[in-house]
């Protein structure tokens, strides 16, 4: 079945950089656009990137440009989301997704 895990979450300081990590199994990860989202507490979830099924276009939230990064590595069927200058505003749940299918999610914290 489907299975889409993140990790690298965690408690970060303003300014601070984490890389976000999502490991897919049970469908053809190499041919599918990729993306992340996030929910902070209280709001909407939030579409923060993707990237295509090559890895040669991607795009941004305006709220993260110029400072999340998303990446793929096919072999590895892992996408990354690369978050640098982080601000306490980018504090959330982020998921990976693939079409209906969501992983559980990571915590990230920016707070000092």
């Known amino acids: 079945q489907v299975q889409l895990v993140e990790s690298g979450g965690g408690l970060v300081q303003p300014g601070g950089s984490l890389r976000l990590s999502c490991a897919a199994s049970?469908?053809?990860?190499?041919?599918?656009?990729m993306s992340w989202s996030r929910r902070a507490a209280g709001k909407e979830r939030e579409f923060v990137a993707n990237?295509?099924?090559?890895?040669?276009?991607?795009n941004y939230a305006d709220s993260v440009k110029g400072r999340f990064t998303i990446a793929r590595d096919n072999a590895k069927k892992t996408v990354y989301l690369q978050m640098n200058s982080l601000e306490p505003e980018d504090t959330a749940v982020y998921y990976c997704?693939?079409?209906?299918?969501w992983g559980p999610g990571t915590q990230v914290t920016v707070s000092s």
């Open positions: 997704h693939w079409g209906d299918y």
């Open positions: 049970g469908f053809p990860f190499a041919i599918v656009d």
């Open positions: 990237i295509t099924f090559s890895g040669r276009r991607s």
